[in-house]
């Protein structure tokens, strides 16, 4: 599953790496294993479909994303700040929000994730591969 929650593949070209937060070049699938072989600068990395996002070509855009930080809240401020900073969000047509949690397995992320999991202004949301205390969240 790719980060726009369906099964479409993703295509050759430019796409943004969320873990790196940068542009590169979508160069291949690897076959049915769904890794993505993308040239950043001068190196071929490996990444899952959930680590990249699509650019539009025509206009070069990246993807629009905002950041939030809910480390030094409890569980329902948290779940309220996100759903507030969601609805912003949407309104000023962001492709994602990166929350900052602050912790990798604890309360607030399993808070949140429960939430998001219900919020049908989520597409799809996954854990950051550089941070454990940050969960990408992606909005339909």
């Known amino acids: ?3 726009l ?6 295509k ?18 690897v076959e049915e294993s769904g890794v993505y ?5 001068d190196e071929v990395i490996e990444l899952s ?5 699509p650019v ?3 206009h070069g ?19 309220d700040l996100l759903d507030k900073k969601i609805q912003r969000a949407i309104l000023a047509s962001a492709d994602c929000i990166k929350v900052i949690h602050g912790d990798e397995r604890g309360k607030v992320r399993k808070a949140l994730h429960e939430y ?3 919020s049908k202004r989520v597409r799809a949301f996954s854990d950051d591969t550089a941070r454990r205390d940050t969960t990408w969240v992606y909005l339909n």
């Open 1 to 3: 599953m790719n980060r």
């Open 5 to 10: 929650g369906d099964n479409t593949p993703l």
């Open 12 to 29: 050759r070209g430019l796409v943004w790496v969320t873990p790196r937060r940068q542009k590169g070049i979508l160069l291949e699938a």
């Open 37 to 41: 072989r993308v040239l950043i600068e």
């Open 49 to 53: 479909a959930q680590e990249i996002l």
């Open 56 to 58: 539009d070509a025509e």
């Open 61 to 79: 855009e990246s993807p629009i994303f905002i950041t939030l930080a809910l480390h030094h809240l409890d569980v329902r401020d948290a779940v």
């Open 116 to 118: 998001l999991g219900q």
